[in-house]
């Protein structure tokens, strides 16, 4: 399968993690976040920068997961609190991922998105052992911010 990651240019030739805390993960902890859809990316990008940032230059990443089962997990939204997306529900969620990513339970973490109802969001553990076998950068795209987004 197909994911999609918004990255500026400078950082778009290679799949690498930064280690940033983010909702699913840990300080020092380091996970790619890639949505389904290049317009879901589109949308975490503007959330997690909170606005658009023109002045620099972002490329689309396509990056290529295997599909074997096995190397997922979803968190199914029935089970997290109902205001899950809220700020104040950040270390719940953290612990979730942080859990999920020192026992390496799976390559890649499904999660809902916070931005897109019935929408996903793959986490893929760059640490995990399978991550040098089953994870790819196909190639990347050119980006433009449409100006009526800034």
Known sequence: MEVYKIA?????????AS?????????????????????????????QENSVLPDFNYRVMIISLSDEES?????LQSKLPDDWRQIINYPQLQKLGSDWYRTNKSLIL????????????????????????KVSLVRTEDYFWDERLI
């Open 8 to 16: 500026r240019e400078a950082f778009s030739n290679k799949l690498t």
């Open 19 to 47: 280690g940033r805390a983010g909702r699913w993960n840990l300080e020092d902890q380091f996970m790619i976040y890639t949505g389904s859809s290049r317009s879901l990316s589109t949308l975490e990008l503007i959330v």
């Open 71 to 75: 190397l997922f997990t979803q968190v």
């Open 110 to 133: 499904k999660v809902p998105s916070a931005v897109i109802p019935k929408e996903y969001n793959y986490i893929i553990n760059h640490n995990h052992p399978d991550f040098k076998d």
